[in-house]
């Protein structure tokens, strides 16, 4: 392969340009991972979805970012980074449009995994375009512009989500949460088609597709017994699939390890595993990721379902939410050992507060449920920014970039983990209540797993000791 020349690096006006063009990008699918969740009562009633569908939702998005994004920051870095960012954004465009006119579940949540997959091919293009393009001070001023955008999208998703529900635009209904999504993609697409450079990596980048795919197919294998399951009724081949996982995934690392003995770009070197702060930091994702990707899909089925609040009002109890991880996110940002583990422990003593106002069976009024969402917020930015860090503070430089995208990857599958076994948990809560769930069965479900969303958030907090004390 030719190699490619340097990229200039860009200052003034063009750089404004390609930062505007890659953040608006950013934000539009981190706004798809959070706007949803106040819309779920909605497209349950509309579409007649299941809780199991309810839960693919959310869990199949998140689990199509993570598998994407590591063979799409290759992509980017094999076939040009501008290239595979408007592929990837063009796509995100239409799967949105495919949410927007889904007729039944089932198309739905096959969107949302295109959408899942178009923003894994997409997002990895923002980090690359902003490291090859921009001088080292102008890298950390763009990184603190995509960390503000970061947090925009998280006071956006629920508030923006609640009011377009509640407004039914043009009769769209909850539609418009992904309708939204075509003009801000026209701005994008407008923008880094007339203003973003070109870069990739010099020499040979290959791609591990079959490993990839080993990997989404572990994943796959996990959550689709968890999450089917109950409707399935947990017959015995439901068990079968998910103890495939397992060996799927032995093949899997087998893989990995041949391809790097021979020299290749595996997916995930398994000598990274052997690297304590690493693997510590991969187990704290997890269980952290976990328990924030379920919170917010069983709090707003709690809160409209059970407490009959509407999508507006459901939006405006979470903002204290993202207010609280706004506060703390500079804080975040600089984070050591000790901040991370004060914020997880933050987070879970908000799950015991909101347990405490949910579980007596009555409907809590909004200024008692702000404390717990507050007090969750400031536990988000002390922790969710600075995590890959000062994970990585205790890598070797020469393997930062890999272990980077791996932990990134695994954030997403956290997430999707959570949705499935905490959801799951949630359902299972509300189906023995019996009967049509009313208040006290929706209280009885949101206390059964309130508990669980601790113990994760304790369960990080104590791996997070085996991180440096400092990032580097």
């Given amino acids: 392969m030719t190699t490619p020349p340097p990229t200039a690096l860009l200052t003034g006006r063009p750089a404004v340009l390609v930062l505007a063009a890659v953040l608006t990008a950013s934000f539009m ?14 497209i349950a009633a509309d579409l007649g979805a299941g809780d199991a569908a309810l839960q693919w939702t959310v869990a199949g998005y998140t689990l199509a970012v993570g598998a994407g994004l590591i063979t799409g920051g290759r992509a980017g870095d094999a076939y040009g980074r501008r290239r595979v960012f408007l592929a990837g954004l063009s796509a995100f465009t239409l799967a949105s449009a495919g949410c927007g006119l889904a007729p039944d579940a089932a198309v739905l949540v096959g969107a949302r995994v295109a959408q899942g997959l178009a923003g894994g091919l997409m997002i990895p293009q923002v980090f690359g375009v902003i490291r090859a393009s921009f001088e080292p001070a102008a890298r950390a001023r763009a990184l603190g512009a995509y960390g503000a955008v970061l947090g925009l999208a998280s006071v956006a998703g629920p508030l923006l989500g609640g009011v377009l529900v509640e407004a039914d635009l043009f009769g ?45 197919c572990a994943a796959v294998l996990l959550l689709l017994p968890l999450v089917q399951g109950r409707e ?21 690392l087998a893989r990995q390890r041949r391809l790097a003995e021979r020299g290749g770009q595996p997916v995930l070197d398994p000598a990274l595993l052997r690297v304590r ?33 509407s999508a507006l009002e459901t ?32 987070l879970a003593a908000s799950q015991v507060v909101l347990h405490l106002v949910v579980s007596g069976g009555a409907e809590p009024a909004a200024w008692l449920l702000a404390a717990p969402m507050l007090l969750g917020g400031l536990g988000l ?18 393997d930062a970039g890999a272990a980077g995208g791996v932990l990134t990857t695994v954030t997403q599958i956290g997430n999707a983990v959570g949705v499935a076994v905490l959801g799951l948990i949630f359902f299972d809560a509300l189906e023995a209540a019996g009967g049509t769930p009313g208040l006290a069965a929706y209280s009885g479900a949101m206390s059964a797993v309130l508990p669980w969303q601790a113990l994760c958030y304790v369960g990080a907090a104590a791996l997070m000791f085996l991180l440096p004390k400092q990032t580097r």
Avoid: C, K, M
Wanted: glycine letters at 14%; charged letters at 10%.
């Fill in 381 to 398: 930015g002390l922790t969710a920014p600075g995590l890959i860090n000062v994970v990585l503070a205790g890598v070797p430089a020469r």
């Fill in 232 to 252: 399935w009724g947990r017959p015995w081949w439901s068990y079968v699939i998910l103890a495939l996982a397992v060996p799927v995934t032995a093949v899997f």
């Fill in 172 to 216: 769209l209904g909850w539609r418009a949460i992904f309708w939204v999504n075509v003009p801000i993609a026209a701005v994008g697409l407008a923008l880094g088609a007339r203003h973003l450079p070109d870069s990739r990596e010099p020499g040979r980048v290959r791609l591990d597709l079959p490993g990839a795919a080993l990997a989404a």
């Fill in 277 to 309: 702060a690493f693997a510590g930091g991969l187990a704290a994702s997890l269980l952290f990721f976990g328990a924030l990707g379920s919170f917010f899909l069983v709090l707003s089925l709690y809160l409209q379902s059970g407490a009959g609040y």
């Fill in 315 to 346: 939006g405006l109890v979470i903002l204290p939410y993202a207010v609280g991880s706004i506060i703390t996110s500079g804080l975040g940002v600089r984070a050591g050992r000790g901040t991370l583990v004060a914020g997880s422990l933050t």
């Fill in 29 to 42: 699918e981190l706004l798809d991972a959070t706007i949803v969740s106040v819309a779920l009562p909605a």
